[in-house]
């Protein structure tokens, strides 16, 4: 009869021989695009958090801010100053605006820096942070987003964030997370906070 301390080491052991089959198989080498989208908070934090990532490795990213404002951006502070271009469209959120030309040429100038930093070889990753809202107001055509994420360098990856992500964009993803919402401070009347929120 088996001790518990073997049967554990069994369920390990079938559990490491799974995951290093899974391993063994994954031999393909490219870039991924990956879309975290819903409604909980975290969404931008994923994404920063993976450019952090990527730049601790000595690789090279570049950020898109779409619907964000001119306000201090702690993730900005840092990543810029470790080299990282940053390319915001500082018009604020669109019902703060309420202007959509405004909001429009903002999301277009934009674009057009992103077109360049999804065709740079230099760059391992690229953040499209708050990008699915430019895709669903029609700021910038879905279609044109998807096709410079495809024709990106190969080893490039691409991540997608915002609430609401079109059906096309998570077509083209490799890997989809979605963030819920449970919970959230601010619905309990907790004001934002430097350094927690932003």
């Known amino acids: ?20 089959k899974k391993i063994a ?12 989208c819903g409604n909980g908070k975290g969404k931008s934090t994923s994404g920063f958090g993976t450019v952090l990532r990527c730049v601790g490795h000595g690789l090279k990213a570049g950020v898109a801010q779409f619907i964000k404002g001119q306000w201090s951006c702690g ?12 390319h915001v469209m500082a018009t ?10 405004l909001d429009t040429k903002a999301a277009q100038d934009v674009w057009a820096e992103t077109k360049k930093m999804l065709a740079d070889p230099e760059l391992t990753l690229v953040l499209l942070d708050e990008i699915t809202y430019i895709a669903r107001y029609g700021y910038v055509d879905t279609d044109d987003i ?15 964030t915002g609430r609401g992500c079109p059906d096309a ?30």
Do not use: C
């Open 92 to 101: 604020g959120f669109t019902w703060d605006t309420q202007n959509k030309d």
């Open 146 to 160: 998807i096709k410079a994420i495809n024709n990106r360098p190969k080893m490039q990856s691409v991540i997608i």
């Open 1 to 20: 009869m088996t001790t518990p301390e073997e049967r554990y080491q069994q369920r390990m052991q079938r559990k490491k021989e799974h995951i290093d």
């Open 75 to 86: 993730e900005r502070n840092v990543l810029e100053k470790l080299g990282v271009p940053f």
């Open 169 to 198: 964009l998570k077509e083209i993803a490799d890997t989809i997370s979605e963030v819920r919402d449970e919970r959230h401070a601010f619905q309990a009347g907790i004001k934002a906070q430097v350094g927690i929120d932003w």
């Open 25 to 36: 198989e994954a031999t393909e080498e490219r870039g991924i695009v990956i879309v975290v």
